[in-house]
């Protein structure tokens, strides 16, 4: 019997790597053809809420955009002359109010005093243009403290200094005060003196009936722009 011939190798550190078994083929002998999954089809009730449930956030987002931010709105009659007329379409930013200072010369939407401010329910049908507000937009022109005093055809004093105001269609004709205006109030006239319905028929204006400042015009197009 011949004895066996043993020899010895000394491995090398590439040859202690543990060779990864081989990828068997696809389509090998004895393997059956590759696994094809199929998602199930989205039901029909599946679909219909996720169509509502995008439809319901959009008119959230809407709702909280147009009554925490900004809103549209349009001018109704002829009691802002020169700058705003019958028709125009404002932006109206409702969010300075609660951290900024109201000044004079501000062109505000609010509510009249005096009269029911709208339910949750007429603030959302408004939103869509279903429901009338009835809200008003003025000029401030008397703030907390002032005493304002219109004097016919000459113009408005404001702590018996007579304002500069480029924006009017005309003088007031008729004698106003004078008049202290009170705390948390605000004096509001319309730019079109003598046309107007304002705070010298109605009062002074709380400021919790404010809803914003009117800033730009977005309509008609020739005329879009800054308010003033």
Same mark, same amino acid.
Request: aromatic letters at 8%; zero cysteines.
């Given at each position: 019997?011949?004895?066996?011939?043993?020899?010895?190798?000394? !491995?090398? =550190?590439?040859?202690?790597?543990?060779?990864?078994?081989?990828?068997?083929?696809?389509?090998?002998?004895?393997?059956?053809?590759?696994?094809?999954?199929?998602?199930?089809?989205?039901?029909?009730?599946?679909?219909?809420? +996720?169509?509502?449930?995008?439809?319901?956030?959009?008119?959230?987002?809407?709702?909280?955009?147009?009554?925490?931010?900004?809103?549209?709105?349009?001018? =109704?009659?002829?009691?802002?002359?020169?700058?705003?007329?019958?028709?125009?379409?404002?932006?109206?930013?409702?969010?300075?109010?609660?951290?900024?200072?109201?000044?004079?010369?501000?062109?505000?939407?609010? +509510?009249?005093?005096?009269?029911?401010?709208?339910?949750?329910?007429? !603030?959302?049908?408004?939103?869509?243009?279903?429901?009338?507000?009835?809200?008003?937009?003025?000029?401030?022109?008397?703030?907390?403290?002032?005493?304002?005093?219109?004097?016919?055809?000459?113009?408005?004093?404001?702590?018996?200094?007579?304002?500069?105001?480029? +924006?009017?269609?005309?003088?007031?004709?008729?004698?106003?005060? =004078?008049?202290?205006?009170?705390?948390?109030?605000?004096? !509001?006239?319309?730019?079109?003196?003598?046309?107007?319905?304002?705070?010298?028929?109605?009062?002074?204006?709380?400021?919790?009936?404010?809803?914003?400042?009117?800033?730009?015009?977005?309509?008609?197009?020739?005329?879009?722009?800054?308010?003033?």
């Amino acid at each position: 019997m011949a004895p066996y011939n043993l020899r010895l190798y000394r !491995m090398s =550190p590439e040859n202690t790597q543990e060779a990864e078994p081989p990828t068997p083929a696809l389509n090998s002998v004895g393997s059956g053809p590759p696994e094809i999954l199929i998602e199930p089809e989205e039901s029909v009730g599946a679909k219909v809420f +996720y169509i509502v449930k995008e439809i319901v956030i959009t008119l959230l987002l809407f709702l909280v955009l147009r009554n925490l931010v900004v809103q549209a709105r349009f001018i =109704p009659s002829a009691s802002m002359h020169p700058g705003l007329l019958e028709g125009d379409r404002l932006l109206v930013e409702v969010v300075s109010k609660h951290f900024a200072s109201v000044k004079q010369g501000d062109i505000l939407v609010f +509510y009249r005093p005096g009269e029911p401010k709208p339910t949750l329910k007429e !603030m959302i049908l408004s939103s869509f243009g279903i429901h009338d507000d009835h809200a008003m937009i003025k000029r401030v022109i008397g703030l907390p403290g002032d005493i304002v005093e219109v004097i016919p055809n000459e113009g408005v004093k404001v702590n018996g200094q007579m304002l500069k105001e480029n +924006y009017t269609a005309e003088v007031a004709s008729q004698p106003y005060g =004078p008049k202290q205006v009170p705390a948390g109030h605000l004096l !509001m006239m319309g730019d079109n003196r003598n046309q107007s319905s304002d705070g010298r028929i109605w009062g002074f204006l709380p400021l919790e009936n404010i809803i914003g400042k009117a800033t730009i015009r977005f309509y008609p197009f020739d005329r879009i722009g800054m308010i003033r």
